[in-house]
Protein backbone atom coordinates (compact mmCIF):
# COMPACT_ATOMS: atom_id res chain seq x y z
CA UNK A 1 0.00 0.00 0.00
CA UNK A 2 2.91 2.09 0.53
CA UNK A 3 4.23 2.20 -2.89
CA UNK A 4 0.91 2.53 -4.56
CA UNK A 5 0.45 5.24 -2.48
CA UNK A 6 3.58 6.64 -3.14
CA UNK A 7 2.97 6.51 -7.07
CA UNK A 8 -0.26 8.68 -7.24
CA UNK A 9 1.18 11.35 -4.94
CA UNK A 10 0.15 10.66 -1.46
CA UNK A 11 3.84 10.19 0.42
CA UNK A 12 4.02 8.87 3.61
CA UNK A 13 6.09 11.88 5.47
CA UNK A 14 7.78 10.44 8.12
CA UNK A 15 11.04 10.34 7.59
CA UNK A 16 13.18 10.34 10.99
CA UNK A 17 15.90 13.75 11.16
CA UNK A 18 19.37 12.49 10.16
CA UNK A 19 17.79 9.57 8.14
CA UNK A 20 18.38 9.84 4.35
CA UNK A 21 15.69 8.99 1.70
CA UNK A 22 17.93 5.96 1.02
CA UNK A 23 15.62 4.45 -1.92
CA UNK A 24 13.08 6.25 -1.47
CA UNK A 25 14.42 9.29 -3.82
CA UNK A 26 14.84 6.53 -6.56
CA UNK A 27 11.81 5.31 -6.68
CA UNK A 28 9.64 5.28 -9.86
CA UNK A 29 8.24 8.90 -10.02
CA UNK A 30 11.46 10.67 -8.36
CA UNK A 31 9.25 12.35 -5.28
CA UNK A 32 11.30 12.51 -2.27
CA UNK A 33 10.08 12.19 1.22
CA UNK A 34 9.47 15.55 2.48
CA UNK A 35 11.09 16.34 5.86
CA UNK A 36 9.05 16.80 9.46
CA UNK A 37 9.14 20.03 11.44
CA UNK A 38 11.17 21.13 13.97
CA UNK A 39 13.63 18.53 15.93
CA UNK A 40 11.02 19.58 19.27
CA UNK A 41 8.27 17.86 17.69
CA UNK A 42 10.13 14.64 17.85
CA UNK A 43 10.67 12.63 20.82
CA UNK A 44 14.48 12.26 22.27
CA UNK A 45 16.85 10.19 20.50
CA UNK A 46 17.82 6.30 22.58
CA UNK A 47 21.99 5.62 22.33
CA UNK A 48 20.92 3.35 20.14
CA UNK A 49 22.50 2.94 16.69
CA UNK A 50 20.49 4.21 13.80
CA UNK A 51 19.00 1.21 11.33
CA UNK A 52 18.89 2.39 8.21
CA UNK A 53 16.22 1.15 5.87
CA UNK A 54 14.94 1.20 2.32
CA UNK A 55 11.42 0.53 1.10
CA UNK A 56 13.38 -0.67 -2.52
CA UNK A 57 14.56 -3.40 -0.29
CA UNK A 58 11.50 -4.93 1.46
CA UNK A 59 9.61 -7.62 -0.03
CA UNK A 60 5.77 -8.04 0.75
CA UNK A 61 4.53 -11.74 1.02
CA UNK A 62 2.57 -13.28 -1.64
CA UNK A 63 0.15 -14.63 0.13
CA UNK A 64 -0.52 -10.37 1.65
CA UNK A 65 -0.08 -9.45 -2.12
CA UNK A 66 -2.95 -11.77 -2.86
CA UNK A 67 -5.55 -10.03 -0.35
CA UNK A 68 -5.50 -6.70 -2.02
CA UNK A 69 -6.10 -7.92 -5.75
CA UNK A 70 -9.53 -6.51 -5.62
CA UNK A 71 -8.34 -2.83 -4.89
CA UNK A 72 -6.15 -2.84 -7.91
CA UNK A 73 -7.65 -1.29 -10.67
CA UNK A 74 -6.70 -3.24 -13.64
CA UNK A 75 -6.37 -6.82 -12.07
CA UNK A 76 -9.18 -9.14 -11.72
CA UNK A 77 -9.87 -11.02 -8.56
CA UNK A 78 -8.88 -14.88 -8.74
CA UNK A 79 -12.64 -15.25 -6.99
CA UNK A 80 -14.20 -14.09 -10.12
CA UNK A 81 -11.92 -15.27 -12.88
CA UNK A 82 -14.51 -17.70 -13.71
CA UNK A 83 -17.14 -15.45 -14.52
CA UNK A 84 -15.04 -12.94 -16.60
CA UNK A 85 -14.40 -16.02 -18.57
CA UNK A 86 -17.83 -17.19 -19.20
CA UNK A 87 -18.50 -12.88 -20.45
CA UNK A 88 -15.19 -13.90 -22.63
CA UNK A 89 -17.10 -16.79 -24.29
CA UNK A 90 -20.21 -15.15 -24.66
CA UNK A 91 -18.53 -11.80 -26.19
CA UNK A 92 -16.76 -14.08 -28.60
CA UNK A 93 -19.69 -15.77 -29.94
CA UNK A 94 -21.63 -12.08 -30.72
CA UNK A 95 -18.35 -10.61 -32.27
CA UNK A 96 -18.83 -13.79 -34.89
CA UNK A 97 -21.62 -10.77 -37.01
CA UNK A 98 -19.71 -7.44 -38.06
CA UNK A 99 -19.96 -4.95 -35.98
CA UNK A 100 -18.66 -1.35 -35.61
CA UNK A 101 -17.35 0.07 -32.25
CA UNK A 102 -16.61 3.44 -31.56
CA UNK A 103 -14.19 4.23 -28.55
CA UNK A 104 -13.96 7.78 -28.69
CA UNK A 105 -11.29 10.12 -29.80
CA UNK A 106 -12.07 9.18 -33.20
CA UNK A 107 -11.33 5.61 -33.18
CA UNK A 108 -13.41 2.61 -34.00
CA UNK A 109 -12.92 -1.25 -34.45
CA UNK A 110 -14.77 -3.24 -35.94
CA UNK A 111 -15.18 -7.02 -35.33
CA UNK A 112 -12.31 -8.90 -36.53
CA UNK A 113 -10.35 -6.16 -35.32
CA UNK A 114 -11.35 -7.16 -31.44
CA UNK A 115 -11.42 -10.99 -32.39
CA UNK A 116 -7.91 -10.87 -33.47
CA UNK A 117 -6.62 -9.60 -30.07
CA UNK A 118 -8.10 -12.90 -28.73
CA UNK A 119 -6.88 -14.92 -31.28
CA UNK A 120 -3.11 -13.53 -31.60
CA UNK A 121 -2.03 -14.99 -34.07
CA UNK A 122 -0.39 -11.69 -35.85
CA UNK A 123 0.93 -8.62 -34.56
CA UNK A 124 -1.45 -6.43 -33.07
CA UNK A 125 -2.32 -3.08 -34.93
CA UNK A 126 -1.47 0.35 -33.81
CA UNK A 127 -5.25 1.20 -33.72
CA UNK A 128 -5.75 -1.51 -31.67
CA UNK A 129 -3.13 -0.60 -29.22
CA UNK A 130 -4.70 2.74 -29.34
CA UNK A 131 -7.83 1.09 -28.29
CA UNK A 132 -6.17 -1.02 -25.30
CA UNK A 133 -4.77 2.90 -23.90
CA UNK A 134 -8.15 4.74 -24.34
CA UNK A 135 -9.23 1.29 -22.18
CA UNK A 136 -6.56 1.98 -19.41
CA UNK A 137 -6.98 5.95 -19.35
CA UNK A 138 -10.59 5.42 -18.53
CA UNK A 139 -10.34 3.13 -15.62
CA UNK A 140 -6.77 5.17 -14.23
CA UNK A 141 -9.10 8.74 -14.69
CA UNK A 142 -11.77 7.06 -13.03
CA UNK A 143 -9.81 5.86 -9.85
CA UNK A 144 -7.82 9.46 -9.87
CA UNK A 145 -10.05 11.69 -10.98
CA UNK A 146 -8.54 14.29 -8.40
CA UNK A 147 -6.21 16.58 -10.66
CA UNK A 148 -3.36 16.61 -8.23
CA UNK A 149 -3.26 12.55 -8.40
CA UNK A 150 -3.70 12.40 -12.12
CA UNK A 151 0.03 12.86 -12.91
CA UNK A 152 0.24 9.92 -16.02
CA UNK A 153 -0.42 10.10 -19.50
CA UNK A 154 -0.97 7.28 -21.58
CA UNK A 155 -0.25 8.62 -25.42
CA UNK A 156 -1.17 7.44 -28.45
CA UNK A 157 0.88 5.55 -31.06
CA UNK A 158 0.33 8.33 -33.86
CA UNK A 159 2.73 10.80 -31.04
CA UNK A 160 5.43 8.19 -31.00
CA UNK A 161 5.31 7.73 -35.23
CA UNK A 162 5.56 11.83 -35.68
CA UNK A 163 8.16 12.28 -33.09
CA UNK A 164 10.42 9.54 -34.65
CA UNK A 165 9.58 11.16 -38.37
CA UNK A 166 10.56 14.94 -36.88
CA UNK A 167 14.01 13.40 -36.34
CA UNK A 168 15.34 14.08 -39.77
CA UNK A 169 14.78 17.82 -39.69
CA UNK A 170 16.37 18.12 -36.16
CA UNK A 171 19.14 16.10 -36.50
CA UNK A 172 19.90 18.82 -39.34
CA UNK A 173 20.10 21.51 -36.74
CA UNK A 174 23.37 22.68 -35.02
CA UNK A 175 23.41 21.41 -31.57
CA UNK A 176 23.77 24.81 -29.77
CA UNK A 177 20.95 25.56 -32.22
CA UNK A 178 18.28 22.93 -31.45
CA UNK A 179 16.56 24.74 -28.31
CA UNK A 180 14.78 27.17 -31.19
CA UNK A 181 13.63 23.93 -32.92
CA UNK A 182 9.60 24.02 -33.31
CA UNK A 183 8.13 20.62 -33.60
CA UNK A 184 4.44 20.08 -35.68
CA UNK A 185 1.46 20.53 -34.48
CA UNK A 186 1.44 16.56 -35.02
CA UNK A 187 3.31 16.26 -32.46
CA UNK A 188 2.79 19.37 -29.70
CA UNK A 189 -1.11 18.68 -29.99
CA UNK A 190 -0.68 15.14 -27.94
CA UNK A 191 0.66 17.34 -25.16
CA UNK A 192 -1.84 19.75 -25.22
CA UNK A 193 -3.03 19.20 -21.12
CA UNK A 194 -6.67 20.43 -20.02
CA UNK A 195 -5.07 23.58 -17.72
CA UNK A 196 -1.76 25.16 -17.66
CA UNK A 197 -2.59 25.45 -14.02
CA UNK A 198 -2.14 21.66 -12.70
CA UNK A 199 0.76 20.21 -12.55
CA UNK A 200 2.81 18.86 -15.83
CA UNK A 201 2.07 14.76 -16.16
CA UNK A 202 4.94 13.07 -14.28
CA UNK A 203 5.07 10.55 -16.16
CA UNK A 204 4.18 9.46 -20.27
CA UNK A 205 3.59 5.88 -21.44
CA UNK A 206 4.64 5.35 -25.08
CA UNK A 207 4.30 2.23 -26.79
CA UNK A 208 6.66 1.39 -29.67
CA UNK A 209 7.11 -0.89 -32.03
CA UNK A 210 10.16 -2.67 -33.36
CA UNK A 211 10.18 -3.79 -36.76
CA UNK A 212 6.32 -3.74 -37.24
CA UNK A 213 6.35 -7.24 -35.33
CA UNK A 214 7.41 -6.67 -31.62
CA UNK A 215 5.95 -4.04 -29.18
CA UNK A 216 7.75 -2.59 -26.08
CA UNK A 217 6.47 0.20 -24.05
CA UNK A 218 8.14 3.73 -23.12
CA UNK A 219 7.79 5.07 -19.56
CA UNK A 220 8.97 8.49 -19.95
CA UNK A 221 10.23 10.26 -16.23
CA UNK A 222 9.49 13.97 -17.03
CA UNK A 223 11.01 14.61 -13.58
CA UNK A 224 14.23 12.54 -13.51
CA UNK A 225 14.46 12.43 -17.47
CA UNK A 226 14.43 8.74 -17.68
CA UNK A 227 12.96 6.31 -20.18
CA UNK A 228 11.84 3.30 -18.96
CA UNK A 229 12.01 0.40 -21.76
CA UNK A 230 9.17 -2.35 -20.76
CA UNK A 231 10.09 -5.25 -22.58
CA UNK A 232 8.63 -8.57 -22.73
CA UNK A 233 11.01 -10.61 -24.57
CA UNK A 234 14.59 -9.02 -24.29
CA UNK A 235 16.03 -11.85 -25.86
CA UNK A 236 15.54 -10.38 -29.32
CA UNK A 237 17.58 -7.42 -28.66
CA UNK A 238 20.30 -6.25 -26.58
CA UNK A 239 20.73 -3.14 -24.66
CA UNK A 240 23.04 -1.73 -26.64
CA UNK A 241 20.51 -2.23 -29.44
CA UNK A 242 17.48 -0.57 -27.65
CA UNK A 243 19.54 2.38 -26.72
CA UNK A 244 20.32 2.64 -30.39
CA UNK A 245 17.30 2.65 -32.05
CA UNK A 246 15.53 4.67 -29.22
CA UNK A 247 18.37 7.65 -29.16
CA UNK A 248 16.82 9.90 -31.48
CA UNK A 249 14.19 10.05 -28.89
CA UNK A 250 15.85 10.78 -25.78
CA UNK A 251 18.30 13.43 -27.59
CA UNK A 252 14.43 15.37 -29.11
CA UNK A 253 12.41 14.72 -25.55
CA UNK A 254 13.78 17.53 -23.40
CA UNK A 255 13.14 19.51 -25.98
CA UNK A 256 9.47 18.65 -26.98
CA UNK A 257 8.83 19.26 -23.11
CA UNK A 258 10.33 22.32 -23.13
CA UNK A 259 8.11 23.49 -25.81
CA UNK A 260 4.79 22.17 -24.29
CA UNK A 261 3.48 25.00 -22.15
CA UNK A 262 3.02 23.03 -19.36
CA UNK A 263 6.32 21.61 -18.29
CA UNK A 264 8.24 24.60 -17.99
CA UNK A 265 10.40 22.49 -15.54
CA UNK A 266 12.87 21.23 -18.08
CA UNK A 267 15.18 23.88 -18.14
CA UNK A 268 18.07 21.73 -19.30
CA UNK A 269 18.50 20.25 -23.17
CA UNK A 270 20.23 16.98 -21.54
CA UNK A 271 19.73 13.73 -23.36
CA UNK A 272 16.97 11.77 -21.54
CA UNK A 273 18.53 8.48 -20.24
CA UNK A 274 17.55 5.19 -21.35
CA UNK A 275 17.64 1.56 -19.05
CA UNK A 276 15.74 -1.78 -19.82
CA UNK A 277 15.01 -3.05 -16.41
CA UNK A 278 15.72 -7.11 -15.51
CA UNK A 279 13.02 -8.67 -13.96
CA UNK A 280 9.89 -8.08 -16.62
CA UNK A 281 7.71 -11.22 -17.37
CA UNK A 282 8.82 -12.55 -20.33
CA UNK A 283 6.53 -13.66 -23.53
CA UNK A 284 8.15 -15.14 -25.76
CA UNK A 285 5.21 -15.46 -28.25
CA UNK A 286 5.72 -12.95 -30.70
CA UNK A 287 2.22 -12.36 -31.29
CA UNK A 288 1.34 -11.72 -27.80
CA UNK A 289 3.92 -8.70 -27.64
CA UNK A 290 1.12 -6.13 -28.33
CA UNK A 291 -1.65 -7.60 -25.44
CA UNK A 292 1.65 -8.43 -23.45
CA UNK A 293 2.91 -5.23 -23.14
CA UNK A 294 -0.67 -3.45 -23.21
CA UNK A 295 -0.78 -5.21 -19.83
CA UNK A 296 2.32 -4.25 -18.25
CA UNK A 297 1.61 -0.70 -19.00
CA UNK A 298 -1.36 -0.98 -17.26
CA UNK A 299 0.49 -2.83 -14.06
CA UNK A 300 3.19 0.00 -14.12
CA UNK A 301 1.00 2.71 -14.20
CA UNK A 302 -0.63 2.24 -10.58
CA UNK A 303 2.39 0.22 -8.97
CA UNK A 304 5.52 1.49 -11.00
CA UNK A 305 8.86 -1.18 -11.49
CA UNK A 306 7.86 -3.27 -8.62
CA UNK A 307 4.32 -4.43 -9.91
CA UNK A 308 5.82 -5.59 -13.02
CA UNK A 309 8.37 -7.80 -11.31
CA UNK A 310 5.94 -9.31 -8.51
CA UNK A 311 3.74 -10.31 -11.93
CA UNK A 312 3.92 -13.79 -13.45
CA UNK A 313 2.71 -15.05 -16.89
CA UNK A 314 1.00 -18.08 -16.93
CA UNK A 315 2.66 -21.13 -18.37
CA UNK A 316 0.57 -21.45 -21.17
CA UNK A 317 1.64 -18.66 -22.08
CA UNK A 318 -1.64 -16.73 -22.39
CA UNK A 319 -0.44 -13.42 -21.04
CA UNK A 320 -0.27 -12.05 -17.39
CA UNK A 321 -2.27 -14.09 -14.87
CA UNK A 322 -4.99 -11.94 -13.45
CA UNK A 323 -5.30 -9.13 -15.44
CA UNK A 324 -6.17 -10.18 -19.06
CA UNK A 325 -9.68 -11.41 -18.01
CA UNK A 326 -10.21 -8.44 -16.43
CA UNK A 327 -9.44 -6.68 -19.75
CA UNK A 328 -11.11 -9.18 -22.68
Known amino acids: MAAF ?5 ETNEIQTEGQDDGGLGERDGGDHAQDNGDEGEFPQRGKRARVHTSFNDFHVDPKWVSCTLGSHPFICHPDKQSAYFTKFSRLHGILQNYRLISLGSGISV ?10 RTKPMMPKMMDAFLLYARAVYVRHFSKPQLNKIVFLETKFTTALMKSWKKFSQVAVKDRHRFKFGDCVMDHLEFDSVDLPPPERL ?4 NFDRDHWVDIAVDTIAGTMTVIDCNCSLRMDGAIKKELAPMSLMFPHVLRQSSA ?3 VSKAKPFSIHRPKGIPQNSIMSDSGVTTALLIMFHSVGGIGSLQDAHTREDGQGVS ?5 VF
Do not use: A, T
Not at 5 to 9: A, D, F, I, N, Y
Not at 322 to 326: F, L, M, S
Open 322 to 326: GVGCQ
Open 263 to 265: NKR
Open 110 to 119: NNKEVLEISD
Open 5 to 9: SSEVG
Open 205 to 208: YLPF
